[in-house]
Structure formats: structure tokens, C-alpha cells
């Protein structure tokens, strides 16, 4: 069992910058493809971006060139920079953690970004 716990949500303003950490325990990081998503009110839990154990990274098209996810071995920690924050990006932030068959996801941070 992983067990991942995400921080560093809160309140933003517009066109501001936040760095999401996601902690794991049970697993290591070094080996997971690692992901983060978001989840709106009254929508899908949507990928936002991933990093591989090669460290390959994948992003949506919207946060390209604003938000990098990166990982830190030795912390066992997956993050999230995210700058130039919109309104519409207002969502619970998961952390996911995927292994063979096995997918494990934290209890989310809230992220509140206002206009």
C-alpha cells in the first residue's frame, strides 16, 4: 500500500505561482509514473501533468510552458510549480501513483486561485 499525501494548496491570486508537494510512503517514486491531476466542482478528475521513472513528462495542452512537475528521489516527493494561475484552474490537486496494476491517489489539496 502507498500511501500519498499532497500540501502546498491554498489561496492565490491571478497570475500567481504555488508549488504543489505530493509525499509518499510505501513506494518509491523513483520507479511510479507520477501524476497530477484536478477535479472541479461537477467535473472529471482530469491529468494535468506526469513524470515517468525515466523521467519523461507529459503535460496538458493548457499548462505548457506554465506549470513543471518534478521529482526528488531522495525526498521520495513528486511536485508541481505552477505559475501564471487562472481562475478556471480552481480545483481539488491529487497526486497519483501508478505501478504495474497498481494506482494509489491522496486525499487532494484544495487550490483556489481568484480573479
Known amino acids: 500500500q502507498v500511501h500519498l499525501l499532497e500540501s502546498g494548496g491554498g489561496l492565490v491570486q491571478a497570475g500567481g505561482s504555488l508549488r504543489l508537494s505530493c509525499a509518499a510512503a510505501g513506494g518509491r517514486v523513483s520507479i511510479a509514473t507520477m501524476g497530477w491531476y484536478r477535479q472541479a466542482p461537477g467535473k472529471q478528475r482530469d491529468l494535468v501533468a506526469s513524470i515517468t521513472r525515466d523521467s519523461s513528462t507529459n503535460y496538458v495542452d493548457s499548462v505548457k510552458g506554465r506549470f513543471t512537475i518534478s521529482r526528488d528521489n531522495a525526498e521520495n516527493s513528486v511536485y508541481l510549480q505552477m505559475n501564471s494561475l487562472k481562475p478556471e484552474e480552481t480545483a481539488v490537486y491529487y497526486c497519483?501513483?501508478?505501478?504495474?496494476?497498481?494506482?494509489?491517489w491522496g486525499p487532494g489539496t484544495q487550490l483556489t486561485i481568484s480573479s
Open positions: 497519483n501513483y501508478v505501478f504495474g496494476e497498481d494506482t494509489f
